[in-house]
């Protein structure tokens, strides 16, 4: 029997493609997305040194078999090593020829920084010396070892970092050295001495010196990785399955450490932050990869690579424009180079900002790279709704500048402002993020991978170091949070939990605003401002290709005419719900709808109405007017009356006092108000006397409310307005109640047509929102002339969960046992109350084809509902206006990925 493959060499591309179907997606998920995309560097000719590639197969069956290498593993492994052994000239474990190798994760998706990575394995004590005479480089030679044991230690042997940082500053301070790169050979042999006994000290055994354990025991490391907290906190966060496993890539070293002709560097084809067309990048001379990614030394901008290494500069410029030709997207690369010879260690899709994402999609479409479908793909609706997010107000900025509010200035590594409370470490930013529910502005001298639960919990990153592909800003960008790298002004003192810029202190716990996209950091707070989505073209042009694409339209609930025309302006092509109860809240009309419902008789009740009728009158007026041309779905009064009536328990604090104190007046008619509400009481109101019950109840407040709309929308046809108004009936359960009301409320919407002189198209429907009406949906729509689910009361009564109640208690638990795999109320369960709204579109249309059909629930705007209300056939989603072009986004992607 053929044993398996578990290890592909770096010339094997097609045995593996052929092994997993050909497909490029199989061919990332078995190789894992840095080992595909090394194979295909090498396969198109670009200078990638000599490499292996243990499959994401090996890792998921050593984590499944209780951390053993699945049998014939390690044996290919080696086979692998004597071709690369081959490949390079080089002998592992030679002392007069060495081979060293790096060991990198790499998962189908990208992860950055959030596994496992050690560099110059195969150094020891006696190839340590076969180099130096190799070389002639004693220092280079050195420095490798110093970090090899460094690496090794901690993320193989388990060691925190601070036990090789602190004795390295402490040895540092003796020397006099302000950076690594002044530390002389002599020092660097000192401190590799330094770190094996910090290994000997820590872990009771020497630093491995044989190199094949060294690469056994880092092959092991890279798989454990795979489970470690921040990779789950990462996959979490991103959505990423736990069962995908990490590939091992086993890549002959080259050096950027061995010289002032030699350096290494991270770059994008385009500007990761702005999206702007031009290479963006970082690069260290005399360094190796993880001194620019770790920020632990200032970089240069790659533009200067020109004048201090041409050649090379020229060269990879060339490979950037083929590699995003190749890919079709924007690349992140690494690469370094060794004596002048430029060497690609890695390309990827880049993160980026959700602005440069959006603008990255539409420049590729228009310069005919990918297709507008493809653009429309690329952006995701989180990035859509990052453009939407607050800003800070321009003059609260400028004058916190004058008042000497601007704390210190760095890096715009992710853009988008924060206001929140300054901590020092991730733990207590996730403490207090998460589970006190604080505005968390996280501070770091620079982060690292361990650092990634609170970057998640936080609204803001400040670090003190790095620069705009630092760990720090790789990380905000995908995450979209604002961020702020290398503000070197800020000197942080992580024991006194503080930082300072000259005398000025922040302590943890003080505020501070930092804007991303400026780099500037406030004490105090800002005000904020929502963007003005007319002045981003960029998202203006990918949402209209988007709506050319989108099968569903999105409608937007909005309450009142200021909301109806932010929708608009949004790209709402309808209003979905207008709540009209909203509207009796107001101050000046509470009074009234409070008198109207202890009114004693009809004749009373009416005089309330006809008070309140010209108020909603010219509420459904400005609506109309704002909508001008498209429908509106006017939702006719749904809470229980309590709702409008002051609050019991403190109206009875209130008698009490005034019996109390013998005060007598106005006693008598509090009482009387106290005795109104508790005749109201209701056991469970939101399942009692509420939406088309009451309306049966108390007629003659819908038929107030009808009257207004069709009073407002004759008014505003006769003065040019283009008018749709629909009717909603909310909570039906039956037919019967439709047959009781619906004709009553046709009668007056025809009489004031009558009135008026005027003719114009309306409909009257209901909302879906009882189970039992999705199940007689074909005896409803006999009726009704549109269906539009209440997607939330649906989901509380499909689950039969309070949802306050359920959200507050026992729902968190569900969702993190698997019990429930989300939370119904954010995502529509497609299994039991999708199965309802299906049944309830098919029955309705059997019994009315051209049956429109929406949802108004908060589901509108969850890009997964969205897909679900495509697959069923709606003609529809309202969400609330700040959503509509995240919908917009969301309904074309559901066309594309369901045709």
């Known amino acids: 029997m053929t044993q398996k493959k578990w290890v592909y060499v770096f010339n094997e591309l097609d045995q593996a493609s052929a092994y997993v179907g050909g497909s490029w997606d199989a061919v990332r998920g078995l190789l894992g997305g840095k080992g595909a995309n090394l194979f295909e560097m090498y396969r198109i000719g670009l200078p990638v040194p000599p490499f292996f590639t243990v499959t994401t197969e090996a890792c998921n069956a050593y984590l499944a078999s209780g951390e053993k290498f699945p049998e014939g593993m390690w044996e290919q492994e080696l086979d692998a090593l004597h071709k690369i052994e081959e490949a390079s000239g080089k002998k592992f474990g030679d002392p007069s020829n060495p081979l060293l190798v790096s060991c990198r994760s790499g998962a189908k998706f990208s992860m950055p920084g959030m596994m496992d990575t050690v560099l110059n394995i195969g150094l020891n004590d006696e190839t340590v010396q076969?180099?130096?005479?190799?070389?002639?480089?004693?220092?280079?030679?050195?420095?490798?070892?110093?970090?090899?044991?460094?690496?090794?230690?901690?993320?193989?042997l388990g060691l925190p970092d601070e036990a090789f940082e602190e004795p390295m500053e402490a040895f540092k301070h003796q020397k006099g050295a302000k950076a690594d790169t002044d530390l002389t050979a002599e020092d660097l042999k000192e401190l590799s001495e330094i770190f094996k006994k910090v290994v000997r000290e820590n872990k009771g055994f020497d630093f491995p010196q044989d190199p094949i354990e060294q690469l056994r025991l880092a092959t092991e490391a890279v798989f454990k990785s795979w489970n470690g907290k921040r990779a789950i906190d990462y996959r979490r966060a991103e959505?990423?399955?736990?069962?995908?496993?990490?590939?091992?890539?086993?890549?002959?070293?080259?050096?950027?450490?061995?010289?002032?002709?030699?350096?290494?560097?991270?770059?994008?084809?385009?500007?990761?932050?702005?999206?702007?067309?031009?290479?963006?990048?970082?690069?260290?001379?005399?360094?190796?990869?993880?001194?620019v990614v770790a920020?632990?030394?200032?970089?240069?901008?790659?533009?200067?690579?020109?004048?201090?290494?041409p050649e090379a500069y020229n060269e990879f410029m060339k490979i950037c424009e083929i590699l995003e030709k190749h890919y079709r997207d924007m690349q992140d690369m690494e690469f370094t180079i060794e004596r002048g010879k430029l060497w690609m260690l890695q390309t990827r899709n880049g993160k980026r900002t959700a602005k440069a994402a959006i603008k990255i999609a539409v420049d590729m479409a228009n310069e005919g790279l990918i297709s507008k479908e493809e653009a429309v793909m690329r952006v995701s609706t989180k990035q859509v709704d990052a453009m939407l997010h607050p800003q800070f107000d321009e003059n609260a900025r400028k004058a916190a500048k004058k008042e000497g509010r601007l704390f210190a200035t760095g890096v715009n590594a992710s853009p988008g402002a924060a206001v929140g409370q300054v901590f020092f470490d991730a733990d207590t930013a996730e403490k207090k993020g998460k589970e006190e529910g604080l505005q968390v502005i996280m501070v770091r001298p620079f982060t690292k991978p361990d650092d990634v639960h609170g970057m998640l919990a936080a609204k803001g990153i400040l670090t003190s170091?790095?620069?705009?592909?630092s760990h720090a800003a790789v990380v905000a960008r995908q995450f979209g949070v604002p961020c702020v790298v290398g503000a070197s002004a800020i000197r942080i003192d992580l024991e006194k939990r503080q930082m300072k810029v000259g005398d000025v202190v922040v302590k943890e716990g003080d505020w501070i605003s930092l804007d991303g996209a400026t780099g500037e950091v406030f004490l105090g707070k800002l005000d904020l401002t929502v963007p003005n989505l007319e002045e981003q073209q960029d998202l203006l042009t990918l949402l209209n290709w988007a709506d050319e694409i989108a099968r569903l339209q999105v409608w937007a609930?909005?309450?009142y005419p200021k909301d109806a025309r932010r929708a608009r302006s949004y790209g709402a092509k309808g209003i979905g719900l207008c709540r009209t109860e909203h509207m009796f809240f107001e101050p000046e009309r509470l009074p009234i709808v409070q008198r109207m419902i202890l009114a004693e008789t009809i004749e009373e009740r009416k005089k309330a109405l006809d008070e309140l009728l010209p108020f909603q009158r010219s509420d459904f007026e400005g609506l109309f007017e704002a909508m001008d041309g498209y429908p509106v779905i006017i939702r006719l009064i749904d809470p229980p009356l309590h709702e409008f009536m002051p609050d019991e328990e403190k109206l009875f604090e209130e008698v009490i006092t005034m019996r109390v104190k013998g005060e007598t007046k106005g006693l008598a008619e509090k009482e009387k108000l106290?005795?109104?509400?508790?005749?109201?009481?209701?056991?469970?109101?939101?399942?009692?006397?509420?939406?088309?019950?009451?309306?049966?109840?108390?007629?003659?407040?819908?038929?107030?409310?009808?009257?207004?709309?069709?009073?407002?929308?004759?008014?505003?046809?006769?003065?040019?307005?283009?008018?749709?108004?629909?009717?909603?009936?909310?909570?039906?359960g039956t037919v019967k109640e439709l047959e009781w009301i619906q004709p009553r409320?046709?009668?007056?919407?025809?009489?004031?047509?009558?009135?008026?002189?005027?003719?114009?198209?309306?409909?009257?429907?209901?909302?879906?929102?009882?189970?039992?009406?999705?199940?007689?949906?074909?005896?409803?729509?006999?009726?009704?002339?549109?269906?539009?689910?209440?997607?939330?009361?649906?989901?509380?009564?499909?689950?039969?969960?309070?949802?306050?109640?359920?959200?507050?208690?026992?729902?968190?638990k569900y969702v993190e046992e698997g019990i429930l795999e989300k939370n119904p109320f954010q995502t529509l369960d497609r299994e039991g109350v999708g199965r309802l709204m299906r049944m309830a579109v098919e029955e309705g249309r059997r019994t009315r084809p051209e049956l429109e059909v929406g949802i108004c629930g908060e589901h509108g705007g969850d890009p997964d509902s969205i897909e679900f209300c495509h697959l069923i056939g709606q003609n529809y989603v309202s969400c609330s206006p700040f959503r509509v072009p995240v919908a917009r986004l969301a309904a074309a992607q559901a066309a594309i990925k369901n045709r």
């Open 130 to 156: 076969g180099m130096i005479k190799l070389t002639n480089n004693p220092r280079f030679v050195y420095d490798s070892y110093r970090r090899l044991i460094m690496m090794f230690g901690a993320v193989v």
């Open 239 to 291: 959505g990423i399955p736990d069962n995908l496993g990490t590939a091992v890539n086993i890549v002959t070293m080259v050096f950027g450490n061995m010289g002032w002709d030699s350096g290494t560097g991270v770059a994008f084809t385009r500007n990761p932050s702005t999206g702007e067309r031009k290479v963006f990048g970082e690069y260290l001379l005399n360094a190796q990869g993880e001194d």
């Open 295 to 309: 920020g632990i030394r200032n970089t240069d901008p790659i533009e200067k690579m020109a004048e201090t290494l």
């Open 465 to 469: 170091e790095g620069g705009a592909t």
């Open 557 to 559: 609930n909005a309450d």
């Open 674 to 732: 106290l005795a109104s509400i508790r005749a109201m009481h209701e056991s469970n109101p939101m399942m009692g006397l509420r939406g088309v019950r009451l309306s049966i109840y108390m007629p003659e407040i819908v038929e107030m409310q009808v009257r207004a709309i069709f009073e407002a929308a004759a008014n505003c046809t006769l003065r040019g307005v283009k008018v749709k108004p629909e009717v909603m009936i909310p909570l039906t």
């Open 745 to 812: 409320l046709e009668r007056i919407a025809k009489q004031v047509m009558s009135e008026k002189g005027v003719n114009f198209p309306y409909k009257f429907g209901t909302m879906i929102e009882i189970p039992r009406a999705a199940v007689t949906a074909g005896e409803i729509a006999r009726l009704a002339e549109f269906f539009s689910f209440g997607t939330n009361d649906l989901t509380q009564m499909t689950f039969g969960y309070s949802r306050d109640d359920a959200e507050r208690n026992f729902l968190i």
